[in-house]
């Protein structure tokens, strides 16, 4: 069953392809405790989120990026 559920995803477009994968990772990420980070990536969002705390008017929202990109 796996193989030919993977077989009709590949014949998707790429941009469905891209759109299921964004669905399952939003079904994952909708389940508490269900991602794990390891100590290097605690230690970078640690970092980042520093580092946008002294400059809080570096970044651009999520919708200015797509628009910038052109999603």
Do not use: F, N
């Given at each position: 069953?796996?193989?030919?559920?993977?077989?009709?995803?590949?014949?998707?477009s790429v941009?469905?392809r891209i759109?299921?994968?964004?669905d399952?990772?939003?079904?994952i990420?909708?389940?508490?405790?269900?991602?794990?980070?390891d100590?290097?990536?605690?230690?970078?969002?640690r970092?980042?989120?520093?580092?946008y705390?002294?400059?809080?008017g570096?970044g651009?929202?999520?919708?200015?990026?797509k628009?910038?990109?052109g999603?």
């Amino acid at each position: 069953m796996a193989k030919e559920l993977l077989e009709e995803v590949l014949g998707l477009s790429v941009s469905e392809r891209i759109d299921l994968v964004q669905d399952i990772w939003d079904s994952i990420a909708e389940i508490p405790g269900s991602l794990e980070l390891d100590e290097e990536q605690k230690k970078e969002l640690r970092s980042r989120l520093t580092y946008y705390r002294a400059h809080p008017g570096s970044g651009i929202s999520w919708d200015d990026l797509k628009q910038k990109i052109g999603l």
